[in-house]
């Protein structure tokens, strides 16, 4: 059958192990028809994203990306563009913010420079990547999604500032880039057990915790974000601009618990 993101060139950047969302993005795109290439954070991930690559669709696009380093961000367009020629998806799967902003209260941890840290590379990147990447989006129907996490849980701390700078990105960058066709959204996944939430202490009862208050009584695993995101990408999403869509079963619109029936 033909894939819905036939003949579509995406860049996915974020894979740091095969339990990463962007895995799971990357494994629906390639099943729905689009070339990809993809983007490691440093030597030590190299090898685990090449193998992601080759898993699917055999890409051999894999380039280095430290969205912290302009030079790098430019280095990576420019390959993308001697490749393709322009490029029509962009997926931003990037947060950090150092360990020791995660432990604890938040006002008794959080730092000037921890603060200018997450928000520069959870938040400021998506601007970045989508500063560069539009030269190549025109006359495309393109587009850019990041992924975002915004509610107060514990020990989550800086992140949730630096993803609340994040979703204003997508509105302000949506209305920027919609008139040359460009559409920006955000998908809000419910908690999922990858390598960047492992660094939050407590994270396994949060796991449980969320399965128990969503109306769907489950998680969500990479794959349910994975078909959003190729939905949100593809020209079936052609009127959605600006939106953060919640993968998440359920669980934001939930008050409290209703009783069990019976």
Request: charged share 20%.
């Given at each position: ?38 983007t490691y954070q440093g030597d030590r991930l190299k090898g685990r994203v090449e193998d992601v690559a080759a898993r699917c669709n055999d890409s051999k696009l894999v380039l280095p990306l430290d969205v912290t380093d302009d030079a790098q961000i430019a280095n990576v ?186």
């Open positions: 059958r033909m894939g819905f993101l036939n003949g579509k060139k995406a860049l996915i950047t974020g894979v740091a192990s095969d339990r990463s969302i962007a895995v799971g993005i990357a494994e629906a795109f390639a099943r729905e028809g689009a070339e990809l290439a993809f367009m420019q390959e993308v563009e001697q490749q393709w020629g322009g490029i029509d998806i962009v997926i931003h799967a990037i947060g950090f913010a150092p360990r020791e902003q995660l432990q604890g209260r938040y006002l008794d941890v959080v730092t000037r420079e921890g603060f200018a840290i997450s928000h520069d590379i959870s938040a400021y990147s998506f601007a970045a990547l989508g500063k560069a990447a539009r030269p190549l989006m025109q006359g495309r129907n393109a587009a850019l999604l990041t992924l975002t996490y915004l509610r107060a849980v514990p020990m989550y701390n800086v992140m949730g500032p630096a993803k609340a700078s994040l979703e204003a990105n997508v509105r302000f960058m949506a209305a920027d880039l919609g008139s040359e066709g460009i559409r920006v959204n955000g998908i809000s996944a419910g908690p999922i057990k990858t390598l960047a939430a492992a660094g939050i202490s407590g994270f396994r009862n949060m796991l449980a915790s969320a399965a128990t208050a969503s109306p769907l009584k489950r998680n969500v695993t990479i794959e349910d974000v994975g078909n959003t995101a190729a939905f949100l990408c593809s020209d079936l999403a052609a009127g959605i601009t600006g939106e953060i869509i919640y993968v998440d079963a359920g669980y934001r619109i939930m008050g409290m618990q209703f009783p069990e029936e019976g």
